[in-house]
């Protein structure tokens, strides 16, 4: 599932050449999915200046009653991102808070050298990141293998179609556990930007073939046709190898806050809606892009989306609401996002990544690597392989593993 990296900026010409060719009115098409994402940006605009939230919200316990409308479904899949809160007890996630505090500390995490975040973002971000690359404490392990965790992420991946006739893409009820880090981010940080950006790679977008089935509708002219939570081909699209980036299939990004965190608070931006990346695939078929540009991607990096050529798009990106511990907040995989570029508020704004990464062959072949990783305590095989808790004591063994998370890790069976 990778792509040929030789001759890049010929195989895009080729592409736009065999597009072009064979998708006479573009123009026409781009300019009509222009005209949607211009009446998208003009709501979350709207909504930006009133001073509310445009990302819809849950709260955990209707998703337990089963008690989640039709109308906050429907927002959800338009603006293809959600809070949903109180997933955990506040006290749970302080708890969590308070032991992963003492996890970096005690076991003098900050002492270390912190390489920072690798190439893949080296474009993007403003300076020395602030997420701690760690990934057994019992702080993350225990978010993940709960069973509120299970029930999110199970409503989430069946936003997603997931099956067709006899054939399943991934199965949303059971899922496989992608091992991430934490962002600790101090008051007064100004350090941790990350410019407005698509994970899952650029250029394989286009060049991809997998990724070309899924994004055929654009490619041929009939994007009304597109449907963005389609799981078919999502889980054999093509990743060029990078140290960041994600090699398991995701429905959805995701975190947990464990402290408190809003606007202004070093947090989390969203341009929330779903259109956004017909926009951006389209782009660099306009007349004003240079024949063997892409618009902002460049291999094995994030896709940036840049004032030069995505400018209507930037002018949706919004924080994300205040939440509160225990908090969840959830992103489309093809989602665009950001960091704030500063921390101006008072206290730690603190999260544990956890996404969507639902079972599949794909991800089934990722906990295989991952394993290892775990019993040795080293960093997760998707991640720079800093190994920071290999002589951690208390870092999480298979003695932690609650029934689900050993299945969740690929160390039983369903
Ligand atoms: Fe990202």
Known sequence: MSIDTTNIQDQICRLKHSVNKNFTDINKRFSEIEAIVKEEIKIIESYKNKGESVIPEIIFSDILK???????????????????????????SEKWYNQLY??????????????????????LKSDKPQI??????????????????????????HIWNYKRKNT?????????????????RQPGDTSLGLSPHVDGGSIERWLGKNYQNVYRPLFQGNWKDYNPFNGEYRTEVEGIDSPAVCRAFRTWQGWTALTQQGPEDGTLQLIPTVNSISYVLLRPFMKDVPEEILCGAVEGRAQAITEEWHSLLLRGLVSIPRVEPGDTVWWHSDLVHAVEH???????????YIGCTPFCERNLQFLERQKQTFLDGRSSPDFAPEDFEKNYPDRSTMEDLNELGMKQMGFSNW
């Not at 500063?342 to 544990?352: M, R």
């Open 168 to 184: 399943k893409y991934f199965d949303p009820d059971r899922e496989c556990t992608y091992a991430d880090r934490v962002r600790m």
């Open 342 to 352: 500063e921390h101006k508020g008072k206290d730690v704004s603190s999260v544990i």
């Open 102 to 123: 003492s996890y970096l500390g005690q076991n003098g995490y900050y002492e270390q050298n912190d390489p920072g975040l690798d190439n893949y973002f080296s474009d």
């Open 132 to 157: 701690c690359s760690v990934y057994w404490s019992k702080s993350q392990v225990q978010a993940r293998q709960s069973i509120e965790m299970s029930k999110t992420k199970s409503f989430l991946n």
């Open 66 to 92: 089963n008690k989640v409308d039709n109308k906050t479904v429907q927002l959800l899949r338009r603006h293809g991102a959600v809070v949903i809160r109180n997933v955990f007890p506040r006290k749970k």
